[in-house]
């Protein structure tokens, strides 16, 4: 499809995204067109937003942001048999290459080669978005469109919560941004016993409440170790969700966890090196903590989509919607801390 489009671009190595009319994006023999419907903003696009350290390092421009999103198939390229024009679709943002031996042992959410769209190559914060039709996921087409662009932030909120067992189990989550607070009603859906979120934002810890976590927790007037400790016997929780990447909460999971218990880590602590006290905190407990990367391509896609269509709600987590031209509304919203999840729709 030739004629332009308005799209959010990175143009040069400083804060900001600038609203320009680029040239519709071409479509490989293995890409497809995408008019996108929904584009929802992440935490790593506030990153390259402000850029910050991390982004400075990865992102060259210039590139359009975004990564989120979900839309309609306009165009295929003519290798491309997976779908067709018409089919509602979202994507796994990272692109892998098959090859390494991340790929070839069937481990592809690790690929050492990963690209990630609204990254390393153009986004979807525009009218359209060309991605390799291997990474595009057929949604039902009655879906909420905002809601099938957060699919990919639910899949981290999935891999995290079904790191481990859930059902029947006593679960925290530390850090209710976006991804944490969805998944709540996650862990709720899949039958956990009881739900504790910890978090220091009032906006945020409502919407935990709203979600259906049994116990909420402002870390900042309330030691959550205690009354984790104090719900579960004295003995500990099962699993700890870690979605905030702070040092302080790492410690805090880490010393409300039962010992055999495991930490699953999904949040990024800013200064990368955080100290624990391994003896007490890991070892003698024998518990295990493991690091989330991305989606399982694509076991965790498919826990998505059977937990949207057994009902899961994530409706309350989208909390704004606004036009494409309000980005710079959308990212301050982020950035406060008093939103969920921020939809743009181009
Ligand atoms: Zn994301
Ligand atoms: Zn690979």
New binding site residues.
Partial sequence: MRGTMRALVKTERAPGLTLQEVDIPSVGPHDALVKVAATSI?G?DFHIYSWDEWSQGRIKPPMIAG??FAGEVIEVGDEVKVVAPGDMVSAETHIVCHVCPQCKTGQLHTCINTSIIGVDVDGCFAEYVSIPAENLWINDPDLDPAVASAQ??LGNAVHTALDGPVAAARIAVTGCGPIGLMSIPVLKKCGAQLVIATEVNEYRLNLARELGADIVINPAEEDPVSIALEATDGLGVDGVLEMSGSPQAINQGLKMLRPGGRMSVLGVPPGREVSVDMANDIVFPGVSVRGIAGRKMWETWYQVSGLLAAGLDIEPIITHRLPLEEFEQGMELMASGNSGKVVLIP
């Fill in positions: 992440c790593t990564h989120e990919e932030p």
